[in-house]
Every structure is written in C-alpha cells, then in structure tokens.
C-alpha cells in the first residue's frame, strides 16, 4: 500500500486541479460515457488478445497462425481507448485510486501484460510463432507468452472490478 504524504500525494494534488479532473467530474454524462467506452474496449481488446492466446495454448490447433496478427493492432488500439479512458478516472478521483489496493494491483497486472508482450516481440519469438501453420505446436515459449498474457488480463479485470470493494476512506486534499 503506498503511504499518504509525500511525491504520490503532490502527484494526486496536481491530478487534481488539472483541466482533465475539471472534464471528469464537470458532468455525470463523462463518467458515464468513458465507463461504457472502457468496458467496450476492454472487451475487444481482451476479445482478441484472448483469442491468440488461445491459439498459443492450442486452443485451435487447426488454424494457421498468420491472420491472427491482423487482431493485433485492433487490441492494441482498445488498449490506447482504455488508457486514455483510465486516465480520466484517475484525473476524476486521484485520491481513491492512487492509494487503492485494487489499483496498485490492476496496475502491476498490466506491466506485467507489458513486459510479457514485450518480451514475445523483442526476442524475435512472435516471427517464428506467427510462421507456425496450421496443425502445428507454438514454440513453447510462445504458450507460455499466452498463458502469461491470460493470467494477466484475467487479474487486470479482476482488480479492475474489486475497485470498488477495495475503496479506500475517503483522503482529503490538501488545500
């Protein structure tokens, strides 16, 4: 749990009186609205990095790999939607995030969603996997990349849902 005070405190002031937290809380439609575009693109971004996933587990062993890569810039754009989304809720209520469990481990999930991508495009593992044709294995580091990926998206939900529950009372700004 991150402690009250400090760097992470000036962070939350600063969020706070920003244009953006002034655009979060100005009308109950944007809370709305970026709530329904947030749960959208997690669904087509979990909808596509699940079904490659999948393919990396077996899942479908008789599909070529190949046109599984066309699904990768469509979860990487619902990714940038629930980014840019995520970041109006943090700018709305700095102080309920910021010092939330449930946060700090939706956050943890995801780098490590990242360092796992990352992982499978900077060692060159992705070239060889998408090579793979139909009816045969991933390289094994391929299902792991997607099983890794599953686990994290998986937890990224999880605590993204456990927000609420894991609210913590209420800071008040420094004035």
């Known amino acids: 749990m991150i402690p009250l005070g400090g760097p992470i ?4 002031a600063w969020l706070n009186a920003t244009g953006l937290h002034r655009f979060a809380t100005g009308s109950p439609w944007v809370w709305a609205t970026m709530e329904t575009l947030h749960f959208l693109a997690l669904a087509v971004m979990v909808g596509t ?23 990768v810039p469509i979860g990487v754009a619902a990714f940038v939607v629930n980014t840019a989304t995520g970041l109006v809720f943090l700018a709305g209520a700095p102080y309920q995030y910021i010092y939330n469990l449930a946060f700090q481990m939706k956050l943890l999930f995801i780098l490590a969603a990242g360092a796992n991508i990352a992982l499978f495009y900077g060692s060159g593992l992705s070239r060889r996997t998408f090579a793979v044709g139909a009816g045969a294995r991933v390289p094994t580091a391929a299902g792991l990349v997607g099983a890794i990926s599953l686990i994290a998206w998986v937890g990224v939900m999880y605590w993204g849902r ?8 209420f800071v ?3 004035h």
């Open 49 to 71: 990095i699940g079904v490659l996933d999948l393919r990396l587990l077996g899942v479908g062993r008789g599909l070529p790999l190949a046109p599984f890569r066309a699904l």
């Open 9 to 12: 405190q000036d962070a939350a």
């Open 172 to 174: 008040v700004p420094p």
């Open 162 to 169: 456990m927000l609420t529950f894991f609210r913590p009372p």
